[in-house]
Every structure is written in C-alpha cells, then in structure tokens.
C-alpha cells in the first residue's frame, strides 16, 4: 500500500524559507516519481512541482527559482524546499506518487500525471504572512 506522510508545514513570514518532507513507503521508492501540488482556500489544485525516478526535477513556473525538489533514497524521503516565499504559496500542500503504470513518464512539464498517481498524502499547511 502507498503511503505518503508530509510534514515541515507552519507559518512563516514573507520572504522566509520551509522545507517540506514527504516520508514514502509500501513502492519502490527509487523507481517511482513524486510530485508535489497544492491547493489554496477557493481555488483548485495545482501542480508545484515533480520529480522523477531519475531525479529529474520540473518546476511550475510560480516557482521556479524558489522552490527545490531532492530526495534522500536511504530515508525514502521527499524535500520541498521553498525559498523567498510569498502570501501566494500559502496552501495546504500534498505529496503524490505514480509508477505502477505503464507510461514511460510520469512527470510532465511541471506536475506528476494525475490520471497515474497511485498514492497521496494527507497534506501540510503552509501560511506565508505579509
């Protein structure tokens, strides 16, 4: 079974820094690619970012420069690391992991395909303050 843990969430003022983790298990951790979206009061989900099996990293535009994607595959473990941070990132932000398909990408431009994803996590509150 998949399972996907983020924490590192909280309150944070403008221009400061978070990191995410997004501890995984029950796949293939080095295998499968990890996407991270997430989702602000009234609007709808959006893709922030995605890394795949071969720790390539995709970016959406909103934060590109700002944001860090890396994993640690000893601790089967996903880091978002997000810099210079705005009012606009705050959202509730979720992992999300694919690969028990048979697409040979699983990343697209910026976000992880979200007809594959076979896990997500519970989300982690992120509030930047102006």
């Known amino acids: 079974e998949v399972q996907l843990v983020e924490s590192g969430g909280g309150l944070v003022q403008t221009g400061g820094s978070l990191r995410l983790s997004c501890a995984a298990s029950?796949?293939?951790?080095?295998?499968?690619?990890i996407g991270w979206f997430r989702q602000a009061p009234g609007k709808e989900r959006e893709g922030v970012g995605c890394i795949s099996s071969g720790d390539r990293t995709y970016y959406a535009d909103s934060v590109k420069g700002r944001f860090t994607i890396s994993t640690d595959n000893a601790k089967n473990t996903v880091y978002l690391q997000m810099n210079s941070l705005k009012p606009d990132d705050t959202a509730v932000y979720y992992c999300?992991?694919?690969?028990?398909?048979?697409?040979?990408?699983?990343?697209?431009?910026?976000?992880?395909?979200?007809?594959?994803?076979?896990?997500w996590g519970q989300g982690t509150q992120v509030t930047v303050s102006s």
């Open positions: 029950g796949f293939p951790f080095d295998r499968w690619a």
């Open positions: 999300a992991a694919a690969g028990a398909g048979t697409v040979r990408y699983y990343c697209t431009d910026y976000e992880l395909l979200t007809d594959e994803i076979d896990g």
